[in-house]
Protein backbone atom coordinates (compact mmCIF):
# COMPACT_ATOMS: atom_id res chain seq x y z
CA UNK A 1 0.00 0.00 0.00
CA UNK A 2 1.51 3.75 -0.86
CA UNK A 3 2.01 5.70 2.11
CA UNK A 4 -1.23 7.86 1.77
CA UNK A 5 -3.08 5.02 1.70
CA UNK A 6 -1.76 4.01 5.33
CA UNK A 7 -2.20 7.46 6.03
CA UNK A 8 -6.06 7.43 5.56
CA UNK A 9 -5.91 4.22 7.50
CA UNK A 10 -3.95 5.30 10.67
CA UNK A 11 -6.04 8.47 10.54
CA UNK A 12 -9.39 6.20 10.43
CA UNK A 13 -8.19 4.41 13.09
CA UNK A 14 -6.43 6.73 15.40
CA UNK A 15 -9.45 8.44 17.43
CA UNK A 16 -12.23 5.99 18.89
CA UNK A 17 -15.59 7.73 17.86
CA UNK A 18 -19.48 6.77 19.02
CA UNK A 19 -20.81 4.56 16.46
CA UNK A 20 -22.95 6.19 14.10
CA UNK A 21 -26.08 4.55 12.73
CA UNK A 22 -26.41 4.29 9.48
CA UNK A 23 -29.08 4.26 6.82
CA UNK A 24 -29.12 0.54 5.49
CA UNK A 25 -28.07 0.20 1.90
CA UNK A 26 -28.59 -2.22 -1.20
CA UNK A 27 -26.08 -5.32 -1.49
CA UNK A 28 -23.03 -4.48 -3.49
CA UNK A 29 -22.80 -5.25 -6.50
CA UNK A 30 -20.37 -8.24 -7.50
CA UNK A 31 -18.52 -7.73 -10.21
CA UNK A 32 -17.91 -11.00 -12.53
CA UNK A 33 -14.80 -12.60 -14.08
CA UNK A 34 -12.02 -10.89 -15.19
CA UNK A 35 -13.87 -7.58 -13.76
CA UNK A 36 -12.63 -8.62 -10.53
CA UNK A 37 -9.41 -9.17 -11.86
CA UNK A 38 -8.83 -5.53 -12.67
CA UNK A 39 -10.34 -4.32 -9.80
CA UNK A 40 -7.66 -5.92 -7.17
CA UNK A 41 -5.73 -2.99 -6.26
CA UNK A 42 -8.72 -0.73 -6.01
CA UNK A 43 -10.37 -3.66 -3.80
CA UNK A 44 -7.41 -4.01 -1.05
CA UNK A 45 -7.50 -0.17 -0.09
CA UNK A 46 -11.60 -0.50 0.30
CA UNK A 47 -10.82 -3.84 2.24
CA UNK A 48 -8.32 -2.12 4.67
CA UNK A 49 -10.56 0.72 4.78
CA UNK A 50 -13.40 -1.09 5.57
CA UNK A 51 -11.86 -3.39 8.43
CA UNK A 52 -10.18 -0.17 10.01
CA UNK A 53 -13.94 1.04 10.04
CA UNK A 54 -14.97 -1.72 12.01
CA UNK A 55 -12.01 -1.56 14.33
CA UNK A 56 -13.26 1.78 15.31
CA UNK A 57 -16.42 0.51 16.02
CA UNK A 58 -15.14 -2.66 18.33
CA UNK A 59 -12.81 -0.14 20.50
CA UNK A 60 -15.89 2.25 20.75
CA UNK A 61 -17.88 -0.81 22.08
CA UNK A 62 -15.05 -1.30 24.34
CA UNK A 63 -12.73 -4.73 22.63
CA UNK A 64 -8.93 -4.19 23.50
CA UNK A 65 -6.11 -5.36 20.65
CA UNK A 66 -3.70 -7.84 22.01
CA UNK A 67 -0.58 -8.80 20.63
CA UNK A 68 -0.49 -12.86 20.23
CA UNK A 69 1.71 -15.40 19.64
CA UNK A 70 0.46 -16.21 15.96
CA UNK A 71 1.83 -20.07 16.99
CA UNK A 72 -0.76 -20.11 19.96
CA UNK A 73 -4.17 -18.91 16.66
CA UNK A 74 -5.70 -21.55 14.80
CA UNK A 75 -7.22 -21.09 11.59
CA UNK A 76 -11.35 -20.76 11.42
CA UNK A 77 -12.78 -24.47 11.43
CA UNK A 78 -13.82 -23.64 8.04
CA UNK A 79 -11.33 -22.46 5.69
CA UNK A 80 -12.85 -19.85 3.21
CA UNK A 81 -9.05 -19.37 0.44
CA UNK A 82 -8.54 -21.45 -1.69
CA UNK A 83 -4.29 -21.71 -1.08
CA UNK A 84 -2.18 -20.83 -3.95
CA UNK A 85 1.54 -21.50 -4.77
CA UNK A 86 2.34 -18.04 -5.82
CA UNK A 87 0.73 -15.64 -4.54
CA UNK A 88 1.95 -11.84 -5.20
CA UNK A 89 -0.71 -10.19 -3.30
CA UNK A 90 0.43 -11.75 -0.03
CA UNK A 91 4.03 -11.23 -0.65
CA UNK A 92 2.71 -7.61 -1.00
CA UNK A 93 1.19 -7.78 2.55
CA UNK A 94 4.37 -9.09 3.99
CA UNK A 95 6.12 -6.18 2.76
CA UNK A 96 3.82 -3.74 3.82
CA UNK A 97 3.51 -5.28 7.37
CA UNK A 98 7.56 -5.49 7.69
CA UNK A 99 7.64 -1.69 6.70
CA UNK A 100 5.13 -0.24 8.66
CA UNK A 101 3.69 -2.54 11.08
CA UNK A 102 0.50 -4.63 10.93
CA UNK A 103 -2.73 -1.54 10.15
CA UNK A 104 -5.17 -3.74 10.89
CA UNK A 105 -5.93 -6.43 13.53
CA UNK A 106 -7.39 -9.81 13.23
CA UNK A 107 -10.34 -11.27 15.06
CA UNK A 108 -10.17 -14.31 17.11
CA UNK A 109 -11.74 -16.25 20.12
CA UNK A 110 -10.53 -18.14 23.01
CA UNK A 111 -10.28 -21.40 21.89
CA UNK A 112 -13.34 -22.89 23.15
CA UNK A 113 -11.14 -26.48 24.07
CA UNK A 114 -7.45 -25.12 24.91
CA UNK A 115 -6.85 -22.48 27.49
CA UNK A 116 -4.37 -20.06 26.36
CA UNK A 117 -5.28 -20.58 22.20
CA UNK A 118 -6.95 -19.12 19.76
CA UNK A 119 -9.13 -19.69 16.59
CA UNK A 120 -9.19 -16.92 13.91
CA UNK A 121 -12.41 -15.74 12.68
CA UNK A 122 -10.95 -13.71 10.20
CA UNK A 123 -7.59 -12.10 8.98
CA UNK A 124 -5.95 -15.31 8.11
CA UNK A 125 -3.19 -13.91 5.43
CA UNK A 126 -2.37 -11.17 8.58
CA UNK A 127 -1.95 -14.02 10.96
CA UNK A 128 0.05 -16.16 8.33
CA UNK A 129 2.11 -13.10 7.34
CA UNK A 130 2.88 -12.36 11.13
CA UNK A 131 3.88 -15.99 11.48
CA UNK A 132 5.94 -15.63 8.54
CA UNK A 133 7.74 -12.46 9.41
CA UNK A 134 8.43 -13.41 13.09
CA UNK A 135 6.61 -11.33 14.83
CA UNK A 136 3.10 -11.23 17.39
CA UNK A 137 -0.11 -10.95 15.36
CA UNK A 138 -2.50 -8.03 16.74
CA UNK A 139 -5.64 -9.04 17.14
CA UNK A 140 -9.21 -8.06 18.73
CA UNK A 141 -10.30 -11.06 21.38
CA UNK A 142 -13.95 -11.44 22.00
CA UNK A 143 -15.56 -14.85 23.16
CA UNK A 144 -17.98 -15.89 19.92
CA UNK A 145 -20.03 -19.54 18.85
CA UNK A 146 -19.74 -20.76 16.44
CA UNK A 147 -22.69 -18.98 14.29
CA UNK A 148 -21.32 -15.67 15.34
CA UNK A 149 -17.44 -16.74 13.93
CA UNK A 150 -18.80 -17.85 10.29
CA UNK A 151 -20.84 -14.76 10.24
CA UNK A 152 -17.80 -12.80 11.11
CA UNK A 153 -15.76 -14.40 8.72
CA UNK A 154 -17.98 -14.26 5.72
CA UNK A 155 -19.34 -10.73 6.72
CA UNK A 156 -15.38 -9.56 6.36
CA UNK A 157 -15.30 -11.38 3.19
CA UNK A 158 -18.23 -9.74 1.93
CA UNK A 159 -16.70 -6.33 0.85
CA UNK A 160 -14.05 -7.95 -0.74
CA UNK A 161 -13.30 -8.39 -4.74
CA UNK A 162 -10.61 -10.59 -4.38
CA UNK A 163 -12.08 -13.46 -2.95
CA UNK A 164 -13.27 -15.38 -6.46
CA UNK A 165 -17.08 -17.39 -7.04
CA UNK A 166 -15.67 -20.60 -6.34
CA UNK A 167 -13.62 -19.70 -3.23
CA UNK A 168 -16.99 -18.78 -2.38
CA UNK A 169 -18.97 -21.97 -3.70
CA UNK A 170 -16.39 -24.23 -1.42
CA UNK A 171 -16.67 -21.90 1.77
CA UNK A 172 -20.82 -22.52 1.23
CA UNK A 173 -20.29 -26.09 0.75
CA UNK A 174 -17.95 -26.75 4.08
CA UNK A 175 -20.64 -24.82 6.20
CA UNK A 176 -23.19 -27.15 4.47
CA UNK A 177 -21.01 -29.94 5.77
CA UNK A 178 -20.65 -28.70 9.03
CA UNK A 179 -24.24 -28.55 9.62
CA UNK A 180 -25.26 -24.53 9.36
CA UNK A 181 -28.71 -24.53 7.03
CA UNK A 182 -29.17 -22.65 3.81
CA UNK A 183 -30.36 -19.41 6.05
CA UNK A 184 -27.07 -19.30 8.02
CA UNK A 185 -25.14 -20.17 4.55
CA UNK A 186 -26.85 -17.26 2.96
CA UNK A 187 -26.65 -14.81 5.59
CA UNK A 188 -23.19 -15.48 5.92
CA UNK A 189 -21.73 -14.85 2.62
CA UNK A 190 -24.64 -11.69 2.37
CA UNK A 191 -26.44 -13.27 -0.60
CA UNK A 192 -29.92 -14.70 -1.70
CA UNK A 193 -31.06 -18.27 -1.35
CA UNK A 194 -30.98 -18.68 -5.50
CA UNK A 195 -27.24 -17.75 -5.17
CA UNK A 196 -26.73 -19.79 -2.49
CA UNK A 197 -28.13 -22.84 -3.96
CA UNK A 198 -26.06 -22.02 -7.54
CA UNK A 199 -22.85 -21.74 -5.16
CA UNK A 200 -23.88 -25.30 -3.43
CA UNK A 201 -25.15 -26.71 -6.49
CA UNK A 202 -21.80 -25.75 -8.21
CA UNK A 203 -19.18 -26.83 -5.36
CA UNK A 204 -21.00 -30.14 -4.62
CA UNK A 205 -21.03 -31.15 -7.91
CA UNK A 206 -17.33 -30.84 -9.02
CA UNK A 207 -14.84 -33.02 -6.69
CA UNK A 208 -13.46 -30.65 -3.91
CA UNK A 209 -9.70 -32.34 -5.35
CA UNK A 210 -10.53 -30.95 -8.57
CA UNK A 211 -11.31 -27.28 -7.45
CA UNK A 212 -8.14 -27.14 -4.91
CA UNK A 213 -5.77 -28.06 -7.92
CA UNK A 214 -7.66 -25.27 -10.22
CA UNK A 215 -7.31 -22.97 -7.31
CA UNK A 216 -9.13 -19.63 -6.82
CA UNK A 217 -9.54 -18.54 -10.85
CA UNK A 218 -9.90 -15.08 -10.07
CA UNK A 219 -10.94 -14.33 -13.84
CA UNK A 220 -13.91 -17.33 -13.63
CA UNK A 221 -16.72 -15.97 -13.11
CA UNK A 222 -20.62 -18.21 -12.32
CA UNK A 223 -21.62 -18.55 -15.99
CA UNK A 224 -18.51 -20.33 -17.07
CA UNK A 225 -18.47 -22.30 -13.33
CA UNK A 226 -21.30 -23.55 -13.81
CA UNK A 227 -21.43 -24.70 -17.56
CA UNK A 228 -18.57 -26.52 -16.15
CA UNK A 229 -20.24 -27.93 -13.25
CA UNK A 230 -23.01 -29.46 -16.64
CA UNK A 231 -19.97 -30.63 -18.24
CA UNK A 232 -18.42 -32.70 -15.56
CA UNK A 233 -22.05 -34.05 -14.91
CA UNK A 234 -22.10 -35.45 -18.02
CA UNK A 235 -20.69 -39.47 -18.23
CA UNK A 236 -16.68 -39.73 -18.23
CA UNK A 237 -16.53 -35.59 -16.85
CA UNK A 238 -15.74 -36.29 -13.17
CA UNK A 239 -12.58 -38.41 -14.38
CA UNK A 240 -11.72 -36.46 -17.68
CA UNK A 241 -11.34 -34.07 -15.36
CA UNK A 242 -9.30 -35.99 -12.55
CA UNK A 243 -6.77 -36.94 -15.42
CA UNK A 244 -6.45 -33.16 -16.94
CA UNK A 245 -5.43 -31.83 -13.15
CA UNK A 246 -2.92 -35.12 -12.72
CA UNK A 247 -0.90 -34.01 -15.68
CA UNK A 248 2.42 -33.88 -15.49
CA UNK A 249 2.31 -29.99 -17.20
CA UNK A 250 -1.00 -28.84 -15.64
CA UNK A 251 1.11 -27.81 -11.83
CA UNK A 252 3.03 -25.29 -14.12
CA UNK A 253 0.25 -23.59 -15.27
CA UNK A 254 -1.59 -20.69 -13.27
CA UNK A 255 -5.17 -21.63 -11.49
CA UNK A 256 -6.86 -19.24 -14.73
CA UNK A 257 -5.19 -21.42 -17.21
CA UNK A 258 -5.47 -24.29 -15.15
CA UNK A 259 -9.28 -23.83 -15.54
CA UNK A 260 -9.08 -23.12 -19.28
CA UNK A 261 -7.00 -26.79 -19.21
CA UNK A 262 -9.36 -28.54 -17.19
CA UNK A 263 -12.22 -27.45 -19.44
CA UNK A 264 -10.40 -28.31 -22.44
CA UNK A 265 -10.54 -31.88 -21.27
CA UNK A 266 -13.72 -31.93 -20.27
CA UNK A 267 -15.26 -30.58 -23.97
CA UNK A 268 -12.97 -33.32 -25.70
CA UNK A 269 -15.02 -35.95 -27.15
CA UNK A 270 -13.34 -39.05 -27.18
CA UNK A 271 -14.12 -41.66 -29.95
CA UNK A 272 -17.27 -44.19 -29.50
CA UNK A 273 -16.56 -47.42 -28.25
CA UNK A 274 -17.77 -49.63 -31.40
CA UNK A 275 -18.26 -53.41 -30.96
CA UNK A 276 -19.22 -54.94 -34.08
CA UNK A 277 -20.26 -58.91 -34.90
CA UNK A 278 -21.47 -61.09 -37.20
CA UNK A 279 -24.61 -63.18 -36.85
CA UNK A 280 -24.07 -66.11 -38.45
CA UNK A 281 -26.35 -69.71 -38.82
CA UNK A 282 -24.54 -72.85 -38.36
CA UNK A 283 -23.17 -73.40 -41.67
CA UNK A 284 -21.22 -69.80 -41.75
CA UNK A 285 -24.16 -68.14 -43.72
CA UNK A 286 -24.52 -64.52 -42.43
CA UNK A 287 -27.95 -63.66 -40.90
CA UNK A 288 -27.39 -60.11 -39.87
CA UNK A 289 -24.24 -57.47 -38.50
CA UNK A 290 -23.97 -55.89 -35.22
CA UNK A 291 -23.09 -52.97 -34.13
CA UNK A 292 -22.87 -50.91 -30.37
CA UNK A 293 -21.53 -47.27 -29.55
CA UNK A 294 -22.47 -46.11 -26.57
CA UNK A 295 -26.18 -46.13 -25.89
CA UNK A 296 -26.66 -47.26 -29.59
CA UNK A 297 -27.40 -50.68 -30.65
CA UNK A 298 -27.75 -51.54 -34.46
CA UNK A 299 -28.95 -54.61 -35.92
CA UNK A 300 -28.63 -54.74 -39.74
CA UNK A 301 -30.18 -58.05 -41.27
CA UNK A 302 -28.17 -59.81 -44.20
CA UNK A 303 -31.66 -61.56 -45.76
CA UNK A 304 -35.51 -60.78 -45.54
CA UNK A 305 -36.51 -63.91 -43.83
CA UNK A 306 -34.26 -63.09 -41.33
CA UNK A 307 -35.61 -59.25 -40.82
CA UNK A 308 -39.40 -60.35 -40.83
CA UNK A 309 -37.97 -63.67 -38.24
CA UNK A 310 -36.61 -60.42 -35.93
CA UNK A 311 -39.81 -58.08 -36.92
CA UNK A 312 -41.98 -60.91 -35.52
CA UNK A 313 -39.91 -61.54 -32.58
CA UNK A 314 -39.81 -58.22 -31.57
CA UNK A 315 -43.16 -57.72 -28.93
CA UNK A 316 -42.40 -61.44 -27.26
CA UNK A 317 -38.43 -60.16 -26.55
CA UNK A 318 -39.91 -56.81 -24.87
CA UNK A 319 -42.53 -58.28 -22.44
CA UNK A 320 -39.83 -61.53 -21.84
CA UNK A 321 -37.43 -58.13 -20.97
CA UNK A 322 -39.77 -56.68 -18.92
CA UNK A 323 -40.92 -59.56 -17.06
CA UNK A 324 -37.09 -60.12 -16.08
CA UNK A 325 -36.85 -56.68 -14.94
CA UNK A 326 -40.19 -55.94 -13.05
CA UNK A 327 -39.53 -54.63 -9.51
CA UNK A 328 -35.92 -53.85 -10.31
Same mark, same amino acid.
Given at each position: MSPKGRDILKSMVGAVEPARPEAPSAPPHRPSGAVKAMNLSLGRLGEEAAAAKALRESLASGDKVLEIDPAAVEMSFIRDRIPV?????? !?? &??QSIQESGQQVPILVRPDPVTAGRYQAAYGHRRLRAAAEIGVPVKAVVR???? !?? &??????????PRVDLSFIERALFARRMDEHGFNRDMIAKALATDKPETSRLLQVAQTID???????GPAPKVGRPRWLAFAEKVRESGGQKKAQAAVRAAAFHALETNSRFDAVWKAVEEKGAPQRIEQTLRTSAGAPLASVARSGKTFRITAKSAEFSEFLAQRLASLAAEFEEENDGK
Open positions: DKDPEF !ER &LKKLTD !EE &LILAQGQENGPEIILAI
